[in-house]
Every structure is written in structure tokens, then in C-alpha cells.
């Protein structure tokens, strides 16, 4: 079985959801990855030391904006002349664009935001979140034809780099018909606290915060742990947080380490942004809060007396 990862990188850097798609189960498989973009030849090495056999690099001034337009003609010419059985990426906003384009473009089967993902010979299989993440599916591809997977980030733990581990690679030419896209501007934010997609750790305040200026209260105790500020759709709505930091159904699907909601009811649409979680804490005044059933550890108390003194006890932990 030939298997191709499609590798997403920004500032010459692989980004951590396409190191982690190196640490699924893939069997015996064949691991091709490719990588497009303007000067990626560097990538070919940390792309072989996380396992893959053969680097393709797709190199065009054409894919310096990263535009799903240009990445999907790229990738949409290359994938027929390599031929693998399955292409992985990852769920992120690139993958969500570039998954469902690419299937459709080359008649492919398709599989989005898996949280599992295993190969057993030419049999491949996967489990993605159904009804709001109340249920699992188990997807099976009922033929020979080409299979497209993204797969959520934080699912897996990536692998560990090996020096001595190394892939050969190639140039690929491919030909990019008039573009009826065009990116016009990145504004980059000015916040120096991870993405809620990339955080291990993740601290999320609801519509009891009661203001924007509330949300300091949260923002001190996420910063005295390394943390990513979330925020629920109650308190996007009301003005509270930018939409960037929404978790949940119509927000962002996030899979930390550790997920902490402050002030947050549980509703079910910002469960299914959350649920899987590897630990979960909760902190409401409501002992019958919904969050708290879905939760490994809950306080029943006022966010605004245990979140200062978790942040306290943070920072004499650390000695800052």
C-alpha cells in the first residue's frame, strides 16, 4: 500500500498536526509525503526523519499565498502521476479546504476530521465523530479506488524525529492555469498565545464572565500555565471574545491535553467542539451543569475565586 501525506509548513517550519499524522498506525505501508510551496527543499530532511520513504517537492512562486486554488491544481496533477491507495492531511483550515477539493477533482473517496486511522494489509479504516460527537462512525471504503483522510489534530502523538532516518527526493513540475483567486493580505494577530487548535493546554471561559474585561481573570491563569485562551459561542456573542477563540460545533474542534471551562454551561454544540479532550475540568457554581458529566475533575464554585487561586498556585509551583 502507497500512502501520501500532504505536508502543511509555515515559516519554513512543518506544522505539528502533519508530524503528528507520521505517528498513525499505517502498518507496512509505503509513506510518500509532498510538500508545495515557494523554497521548501529544506523540508525534505525533518519529513524523512519523521519516517517518510520519499519527499515530492512542488516548488512555484505560484504557491507562495498558499491559496487552495493553487495547492488543489498542484496537488490535483501530481497525485494521478504517483498513484497512492491514500492520501492523508491534516483537518486544520489548509486540510478542510484542500481534502474535499481534492476528492472531488480526482473522483476520490473521503473521510473527514477521523480520529482514527489504521491500515491492516490493503484494508484501511476509520473513526470519525457522528451527531455532534455524541457517537463514533467507523468508515470502511468499499473499493480499490483512491482514499482521502484528514484526520484532527492532537489525535495522535507524533513520532520522534530520527537523525538517522532519511528520505530521497524529487522535484515535481506541474502547470497552473489562470488563477481566479488571489490573496491580497495576511493580517497576522497580535496574540502571543497559541492557536486553541495547536494548545496542549486549553482554558475556555463562558457567558458568566459577564465582560470582555473579565476575561483577564482567565487570561493571567492561562498564561501562568502556557495556555490557550477558548472561548464558548455565549460569550463570542456577546461581545466578550474574538470569534477566532470560539470552541465548539460552529467554532473550532480542538483535542488538548488538558481542556479547563470556567464559567461554561456545557451546551451541546460547544461539547461537540470539546469532547475529545484527553482531560477535562470544569469549573460552574451549577452542580447539575452538563459539563460536569462530560468531566474528569470538577470544582462546584465561583470561576472568579478558583481561577485566581489556581493561577496562584501555578505560579508558586514554577517559582515565578
Do not use: W
Not at 55 to 68: C, D, K, R
Not at 197 to 214: F, H, K, M, P, Q
Not at 216 to 233: H, K, P, Q, T, Y
Not at 235 to 251: F, L, S
Amino acid at each position: 500500500m502507497k500512502i501520501l501525506i500532504i505536508a502543511e509548513h509555515k515559516n519554513g517550519l512543518l506544522s505539528e498536526a502533519t508530524q503528528e499524522l507520521f505517528g498513525l498506525p499505517l502498518g507496512q505501508a509505503e509513506v510518500h509525503a509532498v510538500v508545495a510551496g515557494e523554497s521548501v527543499e529544506p523540508l525534505a530532511g525533518p519529513l524523512g526523519q519523521l519516517g517518510a520513504a520519499k519527499v515530492h517537492l512542488i516548488e512555484s512562486p505560484a504557491l507562495a499565498s498558499g491559496t487552495g486554488e493553487s495547492l488543489g491544481q498542484a496537488l490535483g496533477q501530481f497525485i494521478p502521476q504517483l498513484a497512492p491507495d491514500v492520501v492523508l492531511a491534516a483537518h486544520s483550515a489548509q486540510g478542510k479546504d484542500l481534502a474535499p477539493r481534492l476528492a472531488a477533482a480526482l473522483d476520490a473517496a473521503l473521510a473527514t476530521d477521523c480520529i482514527q486511522v489504521s491500515c491492516d494489509g490493503d484494508q484501511v479504516t476509520a473513526r470519525r465523530p457522528v451527531y455532534a460527537g455524541k457517537a463514533t462512525a467507523e468508515v470502511e471504503f468499499t473499493d480499490d479506488g483512491l482514499k482521502v483522510i484528514s484526520v484532527r489534530p492532537r489525535t495522535v502523538k507524533p513520532p520522534e524525529s530520527d537523525a538517522a532516518r532519511s528520505a530521497s527526493d524529487a522535484s515535481v513540475a506541474v502547470e497552473f492555469p489562470a488563477q481566479k483567486t488571489a490573496l491580497k493580505e495576511i493580517i497576522a494577530g497580535g496574540n502571543e498565545r497559541p492557536d486553541v487548535t495547536e494548545a496542549s493546554i486549553i482554558v475556555t471561559g463562558g457567558r458568566s464572565l459577564g465582560s470582555a474585561e473579565n476575561f483577564s481573570v482567565i487570561e493571567n491563569f492561562a498564561d501562568s500555565i502556557g495556555a490557550a485562551v477558548g472561548s464558548s459561542r455565549a460569550a463570542v456573542d456577546a461581545g466578550y471574545r474574538p470569534y477566532r477563540d470560539q470552541v465548539g460545533q460552529t467554532g473550532k474542534v480542538v483535542s488538548p491535553q488538558v481542556y479547563i471551562a470556567c464559567g461554561v454551561s456545557g451546551a451541546i454544540q460547544h461539547l461537540a467542539g470539546m469532547r475529545t479532550s484527553k482531560h477535562i475540568v470544569a469549573i460552574n457554581t451549577d452542580p447539575d451543569a452538563p459539563i460536569f458529566q462530560l468531566a474528569d475533575y470538577g470544582i462546584v464554585g465561583d470561576l472568579f475565586e478558583v481561577v485566581p487561586l489556581l493561577a496562584e498556585a501555578a505560579k508558586n509551583r514554577s517559582g515565578s
